[in-house]
């Protein structure tokens, strides 16, 4: 069955000149190339243009920053497969990502797949702090069924978006993965996880990126959860508290980690503040204020980048 799809292989990316040129490779290595490939340039002030420039590719581009969101959708616009396999710009795919991906289409309600993404960098403890905290996977396991998609490694039968009217503009910088999930999954199909589909994440973070980066992932997360009234996360809250427990105590104070002990304190207090203004704004107010000149460290889609 997976034969017979064809498959528009979609990147959106933003100043993301670290890491295009590896992630472009990793598509020439695949062992089921797309019918096509196209990158979404969302307004990059980089040298992004110019390095896909090298490869073959169908670049999109936007004259100025619209969003996650907005890219995706420029993406579902132009692509002719039937399947649209999405790969973040920061994501080496490995050599059966997108063979993998397609088999997971395994029924006709299937409307979705999830890849899985491995947190490959893990040089500070602000990437293991990532790795253990904002992972983007499901597990070792196959599961027939799952809430939401992460978008960095995600595909979709291109009719299925469609007909959800695409992705939430709204989603500048995040949550739109989980947004379009929840909608699809309420008009009856089914979203899919294929842990053979592997990525790896090349992405680095420092103090102060990785605080960024908490906030953005949780508040938008949490936008579309109240957004869809549902409230169905990755991991629940007994599992959450176990984790920052384990890493307070047992990888942090009790090894002494303090740095990374206090680490943990600092941004589960983030994911908690997160929670709160996620509850006390309204999703539209908030998408205004994406974009707003002195915003960005909370509503600005900040593209890949290293530090």
Request: hydrophobic fraction near 40%.
């Amino acid at each position: 069955m997976a034969e017979k799809f064809t498959v528009t292989l979609a990147i959106p990316c933003f100043n993301a000149e670290l890491f295009i040129g590896q992630v472009l490779e990793s598509i020439v290595a695949q062992t089921r190339q797309p019918d096509e490939i196209i990158i979404v340039d969302d307004g990059s002030s980089d040298d992004t243009r110019k390095i896909v420039s090298q490869f073959p590719n169908r670049l999109i581009c936007h004259d100025s920053n619209k969003g996650i969101a907005a890219a995706r959708n420029s993406a579902i616009k132009h692509a002719s497969g039937d399947i649209i396999v999405f790969l973040d710009a920061d994501a080496l795919a490995s050599p059966q990502y997108i063979e993998e991906m397609v088999a997971g289409f395994s029924g006709d309600d299937v409307a979705g797949v999830n890849g899985r993404a491995i947190e490959s960098v893990q040089k500070t403890i602000y990437d293991k702090w990532r790795k253990e905290v904002l992972f983007q996977e499901w597990g070792n396991a196959h599961r027939e069924e799952v809430y939401f998609l992460f978008g960095m490694c995600a595909a979709y039968r291109k009719k299925t978006l469609e007909e959800v009217g695409g992705f939430d503009e709204l989603f500048r910088i995040s949550g739109e993965d989980m947004d379009i999930s929840y909608r699809i999954r309420k008009m009856g199909y089914r979203l899919a996880y294929t842990p053979k589909a592997l990525v790896y994440h090349l992405r680095e973070d420092s103090s102060e990126t990785i605080r960024r980066m908490t906030f953005r992932h949780c508040f938008w997360g949490f936008i579309a959860q109240k957004k869809n009234h549902c409230n169905q996360n990755k991991i629940s809250l007994s599992q959450s508290a176990g984790i920052f427990l384990r890493q307070l105590f047992l990888d942090g104070l009790l090894s002494g980690n303090l740095a990374f002990a206090a680490l943990s304190l600092r941004l589960h207090f983030i994911i908690l503040r997160a929670f709160v203004a996620a509850r006390k704004t309204d999703p539209v107010e908030a998408a205004k204020l994406a974009g707003v000149q002195g915003t960005v460290k909370n509503f600005e889609w900040e593209g890949h980048w290293k530090k």
